[in-house]
């Protein structure tokens, strides 16, 4: 799947978010290794701490669906933004723990511009399973 496909998609997730204090929206489409593409969009809450980010819940309910942790090909999300929308930090973190560091993220935002990088360029020095595990 291109990645033009793939940022459509995000931009349906995004048409379904939950953001009644913000209106924020953010969608998210993360492609498997098996072609499956999995939807996900921000879903706010009252208090603010549960909130979801959509590449979360796009890995989440991967995860919850099946797939395992990094065998995911690329990921694209997708504002309302001026210029490509990017990740936050705890979405980047959550990226660099279930996805290959390889793996292609797309930015994108609703006015068709779109900006490429990768997982491990989202978040150099990343904390990863190796600094728990004493380098192993």
Known sequence: MDRLALVALAKQAMDKAYVPYSNFKVGSA???????????CNVENAAYGPTNCAERTAL????????????????????????????????????????????????????????????AELLPGAFTMKDLNGGK
């Open 30 to 40: 993360l492609l498997d290794r098996n072609g499956q593409v999995h939807l996900g």
């Open 60 to 119: 989440f309910r991967a995860i919850a669906d099946g797939a395992a942790p990094r065998s995911f090909q690329a990921i694209a999300v997708i504002g309302d933004t001026p210029t490509p929308i990017t990740p936050c930090g705890v979405c980047r973190q959550v990226l660099i723990e279930l996805c290959p560091p390889d793996m292609p993220v797309y930015m994108a935002n609703v006015r068709g511009d779109i900006q490429e990088t990768t997982v």
